[in-house]
């Protein structure tokens, strides 16, 4: 069974950066995307950033586009989002993300992580 545990969140002012990661154990799956979602207060849950594997493909929402990097780490089973120039509108629960791109073709979700941008 695929688990997914995220780290990193926290207040950070409006302009300050974070990195968010998350750790995910279980079985290995040749293709599969990775990646986060966030939901906002009042908010649909939405599409941050995802990596797919193997061909590394990466979608960014518009929103943070220019502003956010994300990367994984294959060996360690990690997966990270730099976040730079924080806004107040990225304030959320970001979550991370792995489905499978194989039979069964199954999605998991992490507990996710707090992130707050206030000044």
């Known amino acids: 069974q695929v688990q997914l545990v995220e780290s990193g969140g926290g207040l950070v002012q409006p302009g300050g950066s974070l990195r968010l990661s998350c750790a995910k154990s279980?079985?290995?799956?040749?293709?599969?995307?990775m990646g986060w979602y966030r939901r906002a207060p009042g908010k649909q849950r939405e599409l941050v950033a995802t990596?797919?594997?193997?061909?590394?493909?990466?979608n960014y929402a518009d929103s943070v586009k220019g502003r956010s990097t994300i990367s994984r780490d294959f060996g360690k089973n990690m997966a990270y989002l730099q976040m730079d120039n924080l806004k107040p509108e990225d304030t959320a629960v970001y979550y991370c993300y792995y489905k499978l791109e194989v039979f069964p073709f199954n999605q998991y979700w992490g507990q996710g992580t707090q992130v707050t941008v206030s000044s």
């Open positions: 279980g079985p290995n799956y040749g293709a599969n995307i």
């Open positions: 990596l797919s594997t193997p061909d590394s493909a990466t």
